[in-house]
């Protein structure tokens, strides 16, 4: 039986965020992509994060699979290019039954996940033309 299709974006790594990728692809509008930004981490990077502890404790490569594609889809929207790929890796090792490997991943998902928090309140204070803290 084959192995199924794991969707990736492809973006520029060189950023924690590819703004001008994540624009493109919301339509052009940079209002949406900001008001995405700060939703990401609102709803879906904080709580993911903190459900992914005890799973990665346990061990339940199953749980850490569903929580990687569920964050790597929603950071795909915004161009959270470093997340999206540690997501992405984390995926790939599951449905290629290296789920030992997926764990090697999970230290960078966690780096990639502060960086964008950082990052992405640092853009977004820029855009709002305040002062980031």
């Given at each position: 039986m084959?192995?199924?299709?794991?969707?990736?974006?492809?973006?520029?790594?060189?950023?924690?965020?590819?703004?001008?990728?994540?624009?493109?692809?919301?339509?052009?509008?940079?209002?949406?992509?900001?008001?995405?930004?700060?939703?990401?981490?609102k709803l879906a990077l904080i709580k993911t994060m903190r459900e992914l502890v005890p799973e990665y404790d346990n061990r339940?490569?199953?749980?850490?699979?569903?929580?990687?594609?569920?964050?790597k889809g929603a950071s795909g929207y915004v161009g959270a290019s470093r997340l999206h790929y540690a997501c992405y890796f984390i995926q790939e090792h599951y449905v290629y039954d290296r789920k030992e490997k997926m764990l090697e991943y999970y230290p960078t998902l966690v780096e990639s996940a502060v960086e964008f928090k950082i990052y992405s309140r640092t853009i977004i204070a820029r855009f709002k033309k305040q002062d980031y803290q």
């Open positions: 084959d192995k199924p299709l794991i969707k990736v974006q492809e973006m520029d790594i060189s950023t924690p965020i590819d703004v001008d990728k994540a624009i493109q692809g919301l339509g052009g509008d940079p209002n949406i992509f900001y008001m995405m930004l700060e939703n990401l981490e339940n490569f199953q749980a850490i699979k569903d929580l990687a594609h569920s964050l």
